[in-house]
Structures are given as C-alpha cells and as structure tokens.
C-alpha cells in the first residue's frame, strides 16, 4: 500500500494531508479474477452518508442494448483506471480522504466507492458522446466500459475514428488488457451481442 499511495502522490492523483478532518478506512482486498492479486479499497461508507448523491440514476442496460442488437460489426474496450482520469472539485476533495498506517491521504480525482463515482462518469461519457452525435447511434457506454457497433464496414471505421478522436479531445485513455478490436459476436457486460440479436452470456449465468 505504501509504494501505490506513493505512486498517486507523484502522479499528484493523491496528496498527503495530516491535517484532515475527514479519513475513511484504506485495506487490501482481492482482485475479483486474479488470484493472489491485491488491489487497496477504501471503505467510503461513513463519508457517502454525508453526502446528497446526484440526482440521476443508471440507465437500463437491457433498454440501451436495443439499439445495438442486429448490428453486425462491433468493438468493445474499457478505460483504464477510469474513475481516477476524472478531476475532483477542490471542495470535494477533503472528505474522500482516506487513513493508512502511512498517514492520510486526499484525492484529487474520483475514487471507486463513492457515492456518485459511476453515475458521474457515466454522464460524463454520455454527455460527450451526446455532443458527437454518436449516443446511443454507434456508442453504447456503461460506466467504463464502451460499445461500438454499426451496421456496414464503411460506416463502422469513421465512428471508430469519431470515438478515439472525441475519447482524446477529452482527455479519456483506454486500457489494452480488455479491448476487442473487431467482431461481430460481443462479449459485453454479460451479454452476448450479435446479428441476431442479444442475449445473456451463459458464462456469466
């Protein structure tokens, strides 16, 4: 835990701050998936209490996969650390702070856990595909996952050029452990999406 607090410090994602009023429990967990994998978790349960969550809620991803059942050509990738590319208002800042045997640490960015972490950073996506006309179109976003799809080849590349060129005019960068470049049957938040339609992945059953 202390070289990856010290990993934020000087990526400036996190800063030390001994003299905050607010210090949520940080602890090692599990990595769901990888065995002998550790990632640290901060318990964010007593500050999320205090906090008015925003006034919006996810949307229904089985309603949202309508628009890309029956479409043949498809990508699917994921962000990388996402919630930390999303800056944190100042005043925010102190009360998502967290407690170590190295000290307390405040974020600068958003952290999983709290209250409004993926309902912000799905708006977030939205509202920039929203501007690029490519919502709900060609882009289907769930929290931090992404799906692209489209109808015929010639139409497919130009929104993938669309997407990476609005991902990078946002500041947003993907991850290379998840990504799928080309297919027409889609593994994607626990469906499987294909030319005739959508169905649940018996995988994940």
């Given at each position: ?9 000087a990526?400036?994602?996190?800063y030390?701050n001994?003299?905050?009023r607010?210090?949520s ?5 599990k990595k769901?998936g990888k065995?002998?994998?550790l990632?640290?978790a901060v318990d964010l ?23 890309a059942k029956?479409k043949?050509?498809?990508q699917?990738v994921?962000?990388?650390k ?5 800056a944190?208002a100042?005043?925010?800042?102190e009360s998502q ?5 190295d ?5 600068t960015?958003?952290q999983q856990?709290?209250?409004?972490s993926?309902i912000?950073f799905q708006?977030f996506?939205?509202?920039i595909?929203r ?6 179109k060609?882009?289907l976003?769930w929290?931090d ?8 080849i ?9 997407v990476?060129?609005t991902?990078a005019?946002n500041?947003l960068?993907?991850?290379?452990d998840k990504?799928c470049l080309?297919?027409q049957n ?11 339609g959508?169905?649940y ?5």
């Amino acid at each position: 835990m202390k070289q990856f607090n010290e990993s934020l410090v000087a990526l400036g994602w996190v800063y030390r701050n001994e003299s905050s009023r607010w210090a949520s429990p940080a602890r090692l967990v599990k990595k769901p998936g990888k065995a002998g994998e550790l990632r640290q978790a901060v318990d964010l349960h007593r500050a999320n209490q205090q906090i008015i969550p925003l006034a919006g809620s996810m949307p229904s991803l089985s309603t949202r996969l309508q628009h890309a059942k029956n479409k043949k050509h498809k990508q699917t990738v994921d962000f990388i650390k996402s919630f930390w590319q999303m800056a944190l208002a100042a005043g925010s800042q102190e009360s998502q702070s967290y407690m170590t045997e190295d000290g307390i640490f405040t974020p600068t960015r958003l952290q999983q856990g709290s209250v409004d972490s993926s309902i912000h950073f799905q708006q977030f996506v939205e509202k920039i595909m929203r501007e690029a006309d490519l919502l709900y179109k060609n882009v289907l976003p769930w929290v931090d996952d992404l799906l692209m799809y489209a109808d015929t080849i010639d139409e497919f590349l130009p929104v993938l050029d669309r997407v990476y060129s609005t991902l990078a005019d946002n500041g947003l960068y993907l991850g290379l452990d998840k990504i799928c470049l080309y297919t027409q049957n889609a593994k994607w938040c626990g469906r499987v999406i294909t030319p005739d339609g959508v169905a649940y992945d018996p995988a994940k059953i």
